[in-house]
T-cell receptor, first 112, second 111 residues
Framework: ETGVTQTPRHLVMGMTNKKSLKCEQHLGHNAMYWYKQSAKKPLELMFV???????ENNSVPSRFSPECPNSSHLFLHLHTLQPEDSALYLCASGVGDRETQYFGPGTRLLVL | AQKITQTQPGMFVQEKEAVTLDCTYDTSDQSYGLFWYKQPSSGEMIFLIY??????QNATEGRYSLNFQKARKSANLVISASQLGDSAMYFC????????FGQGTELSVKP
């Protein structure tokens, strides 16, 4: 198994749909992260989970709802998104706040 | 506030030559970490190299080396003997509680 996996790799959804992104890490890390990468912009941190507890929400709209059932799995539930939410969503895992983060391949999301 | 600046939106390099990608950072913290990531067109962010603020020697990982100049607050990435597969976006990042990324540099390696 590769370190951090994400599914699906590509997703097209309408503004009224509900979908979920899944991230799984096989590295034994205790921290997991969701990032958003829009075209021509730096990565934006969305959420941080440490030992399943959410430790950071970077002013993300409520139409994005994260869930971390255990230290190995992280979900991002999507509901009534807007076209401007179209982006690459990257999941990462790490050990602590000064340690290297390892990223998954990302989910390319298109909201129509 | 912490900030990462990459001033080169795009760079070209001839295959087998060395290239330097610039990165400057701004922080008032004494303890921090600096990273370089590579992002090919597939989207995955690939960790390349790490430099701790207290590390006295520049980090090296194979063909990658980090030219760390603490007083200048710069952490440039040097790629030696460029290969066609090195063509990608390169991001400099700093961690102090959370990872902050620069805008990225798009590197194109010409045959």
């Amino acid at each position: 198994e590769t370190g951090v996996t994400q599914t699906p790799r590509h997703l097209v959804m309408g503004m009224t749909n509900k979908k979920s992104l899944k991230c799984e890490q096989h590295l034994g890390h205790n921290a997991m992260y969701w990032y958003k990468q829009s075209a021509k912009k730096p990565l934006e941190l969305m959420f941080v989970y440490n030992f399943k507890e959410q430790t950071e929400n970077n002013s993300v709209p409520s139409r994005f709802s994260p869930e971390c059932p255990n230290s190995s799995h992280l979900f991002l539930h999507l509901h009534t998104l807007q076209p401007e939410d179209s982006a690459l969503y990257l999941c990462a895992s790490g050990v602590g706040d000064r340690e290297t983060q390892y990223f998954g391949p990302g989910t390319r999301l298109l909201v129509l | 506030a912490q900030k990462i600046t990459q001033t080169q939106p795009g760079m070209f390099v001839q295959e087998k030559e060395a290239v330097t990608l610039d990165c400057t950072y701004d922080t008032s913290d004494q303890s921090y970490g600096l990273f370089w990531y590579k992002q090919p067109s597939s989207g995955e962010m690939i960790f390349l190299i790490y430099q701790g603020s207290y590390d006295e020697q520049n980090a090296t990982e194979g063909r990658y080396s980090l030219n760390f100049q603490k007083a200048r607050k710069s952490a440039n990435l040097v790629i030696s003997a460029s290969q066609l597969g090195d063509s990608a976006m390169y991001f400099c990042a700093m961690i102090r509680g959370k990872l902050i990324f620069g805008q990225g540099t798009e590197l194109s390696v010409k045959p």
